[in-house]
């Protein structure tokens, strides 16, 4: 029979599925023309785009003025969008203008051609096997961290906790990234890190403002800024003229670091590397090395300081792992600090100092079955996920051994997946390897020789968002265990 098809028959030709469109999506409530910006404040955008996602459930959008912004914390999503780079999705168009006007437009901000040439360089400086040849290097840091500690107990002084860690993270980079080693964790003086500090907030509230308005005047903060980026800049120069006069002396020999691997890219004919591609790479893994790992370590701290039983684990298992050395003697030592890894690795999952990735569609696209067109802002919300009960048991519970091997108790069979603290796809976090290994010596060696506590009510210390999730008023004391 031919003629009208008949219902069944219908039913059995695949039906394709209608993509949703944004408007479809659920959306808080929105003002004429200003749309939510009402709602929105940079320091806290982490915590209002989590809230959203409560109430209106893992994809929605929101309006920035009258630009619909699209909002997922859907894990499959996020990873398709994070993987898809840099085919048909990028960062935030507005974050390269930003760091390009302040000269810090390195690695993690630039596209194209460029982000493959400078991918390869700084992957390969950070790979794992690396990391051996440094490890004498990072176990002389982590001592004057401690010995720094060991005074603060000794004289039963609050540490200032922040500032201690950025002063490890920054030697750490800067040692390793530059062959120099700028020991400021010994020195009192006008560390760069306090410019540093000024950079990354002032990077977040450009990136998210509605109006660019320092390109027409500047307010304090900007000129604030500017002192700081003079100030970095001048450290830069430095460390570039260092690694020049060493590069002059050593005759031809292989470049040492990932600074002089740039230098000999900037002259060597046509490569198209310039000297602000050398500058803006410094500044990028100074930037991106700096606060990530040092308040993935302070959430830690913050965490463990009201868990007294699991501070007793840990200086157990430091005491098996390192016998009567206060900080871990060989590679092969740092290897045995799995419950320390898994340590910092549940802080990341409960506070995580990367809560949001923002990026770009490049074209119309289709995502998890919604239509984004194209120039549509994509952002990831990374903690949602983590602290699901269906990616891992009791997901609010920190418990470091769900991260360790099974012989050692730990693997709960947790979705993998769900942890985006590193990023995802070609674009993920090249340092993740160095600021695991930063974030189990500091652990191991805190807790071999310390225990810590808070000075207020925990309570009191607050999310904030500076491009990174930092902690805010953490106040700390350690005790000395003999
Ligand atoms: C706990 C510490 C750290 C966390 C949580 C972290 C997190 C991230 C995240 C989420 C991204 C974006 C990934 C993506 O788009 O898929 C990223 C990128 C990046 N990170 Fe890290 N990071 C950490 C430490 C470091 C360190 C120590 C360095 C280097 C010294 C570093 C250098 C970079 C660079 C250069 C990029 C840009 C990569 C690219 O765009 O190709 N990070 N990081």
Redesign the pocket.
């Known amino acids: 029979m031919t003629g009208a098809a008949s219902p069944k028959r219908l039913e059995l030709v695949p039906a394709r599925a209608v993509p949703r469109r944004l408007e479809d999506l659920p959306a808080p409530r929105a003002l004429p023309w200003l749309g939510n910006l009402h709602q929105l404040d940079a320091k806290r955008l982490h915590a209002q785009l989590e809230a959203w996602a409560a109430k209106l459930g893992s994809s929605y959008t929101f309006k920035f003025g009258s630009r619909p912004v699209f909002v997922t914390a859907d894990v499959d999503i996020a990873l398709s969008a994070?993987r898809d780079r840099p085919g048909r999705f990028r960062?935030l168009a507005t974050i390269e203008p930003v760091t390009a006007e302040m000269g810090v437009n390195?690695?993690?901000s630039v596209e194209g051609d460029a982000?493959r040439q400078q991918?390869n360089i700084?992957a390969r400086a950070?790979a794992p096997h690396q990391l051996e040849s440094f490890f004498p290097t990072l176990q002389a840091i982590t001592d004057r961290l401690r010995r720094r500690w060991q005074q603060s107990a000794d004289a039963a002084t609050e540490a200032n906790i922040l500032d201690d860690l950025t002063r490890f993270?920054v030697d750490t980079?800067a040692t390793l990234?530059f062959g120099k080693d700028i020991n400021t964790l010994e020195s009192d003086g006008d560390v760069i890190q306090r410019h540093i500090g000024v950079i990354f907030p002032k990077i977040n509230s450009r990136v998210s403002a509605f109006l660019p308005y320092w390109r027409f005047f500047k307010l304090p903060s900007d000129r604030k800024l500017d002192q700081s980026l003079d100030a970095v800049r001048a450290f830069a120069e430095d460390m570039i003229r260092h690694a020049r006069e060493r590069m002059l002396r050593s005759h031809g020999e292989a470049p040492r670091n990932i600074l002089e691997v740039m230098l000999a890219l900037r002259d060597a004919p046509e490569s198209g590397f310039s000297d602000d591609d050398v500058y803006a790479n410094i500044m990028?893994?100074l930037l991106?090395?700096e606060d990530?790992?040092a308040y993935?370590i302070a959430w830690a701290m913050h965490i463990l300081g009201t868990d007294r039983d699991l501070q007793v684990r840990l200086h157990k298992a430091a005491l098996d792992a390192l016998g009567d050395a206060r900080i871990p003697r060989t590679f092969a030592d740092a290897a045995k600090l799995g419950l320390f890894e898994g340590a910092a690795f549940e802080a990341?999952r409960l506070r995580p100092?990367?809560p949001l990735?923002t990026l770009q569609a490049k074209e119309d696209v289709e995502l998890g079955g919604i239509a984004i067109p194209r120039g549509t802002p994509v952002f990831l919300l990374t903690r949602p996920a983590a602290l699901d009960d269906s990616n891992y048991q009791h997901a609010r519970e920190f418990r470091p051994e769900r991260w360790v091997g099974r012989r050692e108790g730990g693997r709960d069979g947790h979705n993998a997946r769900a942890f985006?603290?590193?990023?995802?796809?070609?674009?993920?976090?090249?340092?993740?390897y160095?600021?695991t290994l930063?974030?189990k010596m500091v652990l191991a060696m805190l807790f071999r020789s310390f225990c810590i506590e808070h000075v207020d009510d925990p309570e009191s210390t607050k999310e904030i968002f500076a491009f990174t999730m930092m902690p805010h008023r953490l106040r700390m004391r350690f005790r000395a265990i003999a």
């Open positions: 994070l960062r390195g690695l993690f982000w991918r700084v950070l993270t980079t990234v990028t893994l991106a090395g990530t790992t993935s990341m100092v990367a990735l985006m603290q590193f990023g995802a796809g070609p674009r993920f976090c090249p340092g993740r160095l600021a930063e974030m």
